[in-house]
């Protein structure tokens, strides 16, 4: 199911350059001398770190996953949520530091630091993955993010988007931008569905991120994942639910993925 959903991934990237990276882009300011990293080191302003836990919503249940950690402060803050959280950063003084600090703020039980390649570190225990990258390497790691990580997993970035990706939602923080996506469902294929007065018609989903289109029946739906949830309207109708593995389970409805 994962490889219908990577054949989605196309497109590339068009957002502008805001929240003073656009320095960094052209080798001015804080990383000009640090050309060995694939991204630079520009730390995230605490109320930006803030509004990215609030946006994943992220509490004690939650096993956050930071690529591209930096001093540590987005795990750090995750930790002190009551999260388990991990932080991934290339460069050893930075990680260096954020372990540091996490002993220095008792954290250390629940905030771990991890020198390695971002694009190496498994990433499907995570239930929030946050990350402030550049828009080329957001653009590399989707692929994994939509086929690694479980629906309804929330992703988090500062400044840059996902391309074609729409964001499930979008907030200004102090001139600087938040992206929070949520991992979808497998909805695409054709399925069998069982309606509310009993009869069954077949039912056709083709997938582009979270937008769904297609068929039921004879009728044009149109409409959105977020998660596991389904909401779409067919003939006049909304029809909601909840996807399975070969299953959709919705109020009074069901439709069964046929092979």
């Not at 582009?208 to 779409?232: H, K, P, S, Y």
């Not at 006049?236 to 069901?254: K, L, M, P, Q, V």
Request: hydrophobic share 45%; charged share 25%; aromatic share 6%.
């Amino acid at each position: 199911m994962k490889v219908l959903l990577l054949a989605m991934l196309l497109g590339g990237c068009t957002t502008p350059y805001g929240d003073g990276m656009g320095d960094i882009l052209r080798g001015q300011g804080i990383a000009a001398s640090e050309p060995e990293y694939d991204v630079p080191y520009v730390p995230t302003p605490e109320p930006v770190v803030d509004a990215m836990l609030a946006m994943a919503q992220v509490g004690p249940n939650d096993i956050v996953i930071d690529l591209g950690s930096g001093d540590g402060r987005i795990p750090l803050a995750a930790a002190r949520l009551g999260a388990r959280a991990s932080g991934i950063e290339i460069d050893a003084a930075l990680v260096e530091r954020a372990r540091r600090n996490a002993a220095l703020y008792t954290l250390t039980d629940r905030a771990r630091f991890i020198r390695a390649n971002l694009f190496d570190v498994p990433l499907r225990d995570a239930n929030v993955v946050t990350m402030y990258l550049l828009p080329k390497i957001n653009l590399a790691l989707r692929p994994r993010l939509l086929t690694e990580l479980r629906p309804g997993t929330r992703i988090v970035t500062h400044a840059f988007d996902m391309g074609e990706w729409r964001a499930d939602e979008e907030r200004l923080v102090a001139d600087r931008r938040v992206f929070l996506w949520i991992v979808p469902a497998v909805a695409g294929g054709d399925w069998l569905t069982t309606l509310p007065d009993g009869r069954e018609v077949p039912l056709h989903l083709d997938q582009r991120f979270q937008d769904v289109t297609g068929t039921l029946g004879n009728a044009e739906i149109t409409g959105t994942l977020r998660g596991t949830a389904i909401r779409f309207a067919a003939a006049g109708r909304s029809y909601t639910g909840t996807i399975g593995e070969a299953t959709i389970n919705g109020d009074g409805w069901r439709a069964v993925r046929l092979p």
